[in-house]
T-cell receptor, first 114, second 111 residues
Framework: AAGVIQSPRHLIKEKRETATLKCYPI?????VYWYQQGPGQDPQFLIS???????DKGSIPDRFSAQQFSDYHSELNMSSLELGDSALYFC?????????????FGAGSRLTVL | AQRVTQPEKLLSVFKGAPVELKCNYS??????LFWYVQYSRQRLQLLLR??SRESIKGFTADLNKGETSFHLKKPFAQEEDSAMYYC?????????????FGTGTRLLVSP
């Protein structure tokens, strides 16, 4: 079965550069979540989208933005990168209205800022 | 505020020993509780959820509303159980059903 696909797998950027991460949810899932997991840290919720509209917002810096497109894939755009942005960025998807909200996670995109 | 607490950062046991990973939560209402596992260099995977009351890979977890706990247990640990384990909760109070994670417990099972 198709899982949540994230691209790229690894990304190396320098300070003040920009980066874009992509997430392709499980087919027919209508909700996408972005999480940031720093080294040795628990995943921190950044933002989520339901039916292409932002549904919730967490600890996402103003330098970051995200959107969900008509095909339900989502992109996380990060600008003016800082060293502290180095982390594993997980995307997860779910289908609302199916009982317990089970999130299925992608393998993550590892961003290293030098 | 919704919060998940996992008091142990690391739990090291020998193969065959019982395991209990502690999880306590604070939440106003009826949350949904989950355990996610992250094996080395792999994605977060759902291990089990409280509403299903099932045993996965020998692990069980019972929601204790009185103690606001959702401890993960396994009677006989195996080496392949070594991983990071995250307790998480979800509910209407957390926002649009997003997961709030605990800080995780690393389980090391030695031969």
């Amino acid at each position: 079965a198709a899982g949540v696909i994230q691209s790229p797998r690894h990304l190396i950027k320098e300070k003040r550069e920009t980066a874009t991460l992509k997430c392709y949810p499980i087919p027919r899932h209508d909700t996408v979540y972005w999480y940031q997991q720093g080294p040795g840290q628990d995943p921190q919720f950044l933002i989520s989208f339901y039916e292409k509209m932002q549904s919730d917002k967490g600890s996402i810096p103003d330098r970051f933005s995200a959107q969900q497109f008509s095909d339900y894939h989502s992109e996380l755009n990060m600008s003016s990168l800082e060293l502290g942005d180095s982390a594993l960025y997980f995307c997860a998807s779910s289908l609302q209205g199916t009982g317990a909200n089970v999130l299925t996670f992608g393998a993550g995109s590892r961003l290293t800022v030098l | 505020a919704q919060r998940v607490t996992q008091p142990e950062k690391l739990l090291s046991v020998f193969k065959g020993a019982p395991v209990e990973l502690k999880c306590n939560y604070s939440y106003s209402g009826s949350p949904e509780l989950f355990w996610y596992v992250q094996y080395s260099r792999q994605r977060l995977q759902l291990l089990l959820r409280h509403i299903s009351r099932e045993s996965i890979k020998g692990f069980t977890a019972d929601l204790n509303k009185g103690e606001t706990s959702f401890h993960l247990k396994k009677p006989f640990a195996q080496e392949e159980d070594s991983a990071m384990y995250y307790c998480a909760l979800s509910g209407m109070n957390t926002g649009f059903q997003k997961l709030v994670f605990g800080t995780g417990t690393r389980l090391l099972v030695s031969p």
